[in-house]
């Protein structure tokens, strides 16, 4: 995602530096970063959930401890009550992130695109 917005980026921003005359400092800090930086916010939302979904399914299928494995066993040997604290605290530490990077990508998306 990232490197499909540097390539979408507006060249004339680019131009616009060497017109200026700015320093490589300058480009990343003024053109560079409020060009890319919804995208890269974007990217990071999406990147957390896909990685901790994987996480913890590689958990349920290859590891010896983790979330993921004691929650097969638990449903293994029907632990109903564990099942659900487990189950309840995935979910609160999946969505308390992801409402924190959503609320961060509308943020930063208000501000460098509008």
Do not use: H
Request: glycine share 6%; proline share 3%; charged share 20%.
């Amino acid at each position: 995602m990232v490197m499909a917005a540097t390539q979408a980026m507006d060249r004339k921003l680019l131009k616009l530096a060497d017109v200026l005359v700015m320093s490589w400092f300058e480009r990343l800090r003024f053109i560079l970063l409020p060009a890319l930086l919804p995208s890269i916010v974007t990217a990071l939302r999406m990147a957390f959930g896909l990685t901790l979904l994987g996480l913890i399914l590689a958990e349920m299928f290859s590891a010896e401890s983790g979330l993921g494995r004691e929650l097969v066993s638990n449903i293994a040997n029907v632990r109903v009550d564990r099942i659900a604290g487990q189950v309840l605290f995935i979910t609160v530490i999946a969505v308390v992130p992801g409402f924190a990077l959503r609320w961060l990508e509308s943020r930063v998306t208000r501000r460098y695109k509008g």
